[in-house]
């Protein structure tokens, strides 16, 4: 059975690595190379296991053994998933690099980041400094768990009309609503935005907004907060990709959980009033 699992691992997982690697284009060398690899390290290991029958056959011998191995195997796959990281941006990356881009203009290097992450980068460092994120952010989620109301949407999309995600700081989360023509960049640019919101959030006091009355009440700061983030977002996202890009960092493939909810709204011409805006 674990046979099965590893070998299903493998298959999903194979020509990703592969293509990373490959970064030449010459995946056609690197699978030769992996396969010749992979035969040589198969044939040590059964020589091994034949070497070890011909010391004793006694299932007490051969368990112990077993038992021995394992952790080895173990610590080597745990040092190899260590070892083998790539400059692939996932929510985490994202959220990190961004962070570190607002507060010091510039884009770090992933071993940069070590001391921030854990589980291999696929979480933000929860205790301590917790990674200087001082915010969460959900990507991709419904539309009822965004807002508290229908004016709040149409307010937002008044806003936001031209880009192809909205923002909106609900029950302490920052949540992302992707329109259905997003794609990576739109992901990046939503992350950087979304901290960059935030930020000037906080800086007027706006994030301990709970109900839709203190929402209503300091929707003018609000939005002005919104309207600001997203001109600087607009005037620094290009410099932001092109330094992920000089950094290594593949920006043209994102990895991110969501819900798989997209939503559409109505997007009129500059000369229609902006109640038209609707969301579906």
């Not at 952790?71 to 929510?91: C, D, G, H």
């Not at 508290?148 to 936001?160: H, I, K, P, Q, Y």
Request: aromatic share 10%.
């Amino acid at each position: 059975m674990f046979e099965l699992v590893h070998e299903s691992i493998w298959i999903a997982s194979h020509m990703t690595f592969t293509r990373n690697f490959a970064l030449s284009g010459n995946v056609g060398d690197i699978v030769a190379k992996d396969d010749a690899q992979m035969s040589t390290a198969h044939l040590l290991g059964m020589l091994s296991g034949v070497g070890l029958i011909t010391v004793s056959h006694s299932p007490a011998f051969l368990f112990t053994v077993f038992a021995a191995l394992t952790p080895l195997n173990i610590w080597s796959t745990y040092k190899l998933l260590r070892v083998a990281q790539f400059e692939i941006l996932n929510q985490p990356k994202l959220t990190l690099l961004g962070r570190v881009y607002i507060d010091t203009g510039k884009v770090v290097m992933m071993n940069e980041l070590t001391g921030k992450e854990i589980g291999f980068g696929e979480w933000i460092k929860p205790f301590g400094e917790k990674g200087g994120i001082n915010v969460r952010i959900k990507l991709g989620v419904p539309a009822e768990k965004a807002f508290a109301g229908g004016g709040e949407v149409e307010r937002v999309v008044d806003v936001m009309r031209n880009e192809n995600y909205l923002l909106n700081y609900h029950r302490d989360t920052m949540h992302v609503l992707f329109h259905q023509d997003a794609e990576s960049n739109d992901v990046i640019k939503s992350i950087l935005h979304a901290l960059r919101f935030h930020d000037l959030l906080a800086q007027s006091g706006l994030t301990s907004t709970h109900t839709p009355a203190d929402r209503e009440r300091e929707w003018d700061a609000y939005a002005t907060a919104m309207r600001e983030s997203l001109l600087w977002t607009r005037e620094r996202f290009g410099e932001f990709v092109a330094e992920l890009d000089r950094r290594d960092w593949q920006s043209d493939v994102v990895f991110w959980n969501d819900s798989g909810l997209r939503v559409t709204w109505y997007r009129p011409p500059t000369n229609m009033m902006a109640d038209d805006s609707i969301i579906e």
